[in-house]
């Protein structure tokens, strides 16, 4: 059964901080590692990672994959009260079929 | 540009009853999925179409059924509803289940049964 595991469970930060979110997975079959960002309502797509060591970048956000070792990072510098949200990462296997993580909760104070 | 649709936004029901949630992807994506997400949950899969033909199945529930139309339309039909199936959800569509694409969503259909 495919496994994704995101840390930490929640965050506080101040403004301006920066922040490194974690994702570990388990997938049989494995195609791709997918970022989304959950305000509301329905997540909204970030990144998509397909190779390892090549990091992609959109903004204050930032995203690699290793491969080797099974994780993805999600980093944001320069963080605003706007990207308080819940941040899943999923995994997408050979049917593209999305496996959720549990999420990250990240709070951004004033 | 288009996203995917979904209809109702909202659905009160009562247990026992029936609901139909409704999903059109983004023009010319085949590929639709289902997904609930429970109160403080990660969505879980529920089921996947790809040209009209069911592709992959997850853990939905025997009392759930859907079907992708040839318009690529989706419909996700709930019967004998429980207070457990409370929750919000999600359809999402992508450009064929064979490339590596990503999925989009939309924006949920939120679900009370009381």
């Known amino acids: 059964e495919d496994k994704v595991v995101q840390s930490p469970l929640s965050l506080v930060v101040h403004e301006g901080d920066t922040v490194t979110l974690n994702c570990s997975y388990e997938v049989t079959n494995f195609r791709s590692l997918l970022w989304y960002k959950q305000e509301k309502k329905a997540p909204t797509f970030l990144f998509m990672l397909?190779?390892?060591?090549i990091e992609k970048k959109s903004g204050r956000l930032s995203s690699i994959l290793d491969k080797k070792e099974l994780f993805s990072i999600l980093n944001i510098t320069a963080t605003q009260t706007g990207d308080s949200a819940i941040y899943l990462c999923a995994s997408n296997n050979a049917g593209n079929m999305l496996t959720f993580g549990g999420g990250t909760r990240l709070m951004v104070k004033p | 540009a288009a996203g995917v649709i979904q209809s109702p936004r909202h659905l009160i029901k009562e247990k026992r009853e029936t609901a139909t949630l409704k999903c059109y992807p983004i023009p010319r994506h085949d590929t639709v999925y289902w997904y609930q997400q429970g109160p403080g949950q990660d969505p879980q899969f529920l089921i996947s179409f790809y040209e009209k033909m069911q592709s992959d199945k997850g853990s939905i529930p025997d009392r759930f059924s859907a079907q992708q139309f040839s318009d690529y339309h989706s419909e996700l039909n709930m019967s004998s509803l429980e207070l457990g199936d409370s929750a919000l959800y999600f359809c999402?569509?992508?450009?064929?289940?064979?490339?590596?694409?990503?999925?989009?969503f939309g924006q949920g259909t939120r679900l009370t049964v009381v």
């Open positions: 999402a569509s992508s450009l064929s289940p064979r490339g590596n694409t990503e999925a989009f």
């Open positions: 397909t190779s390892s060591g």
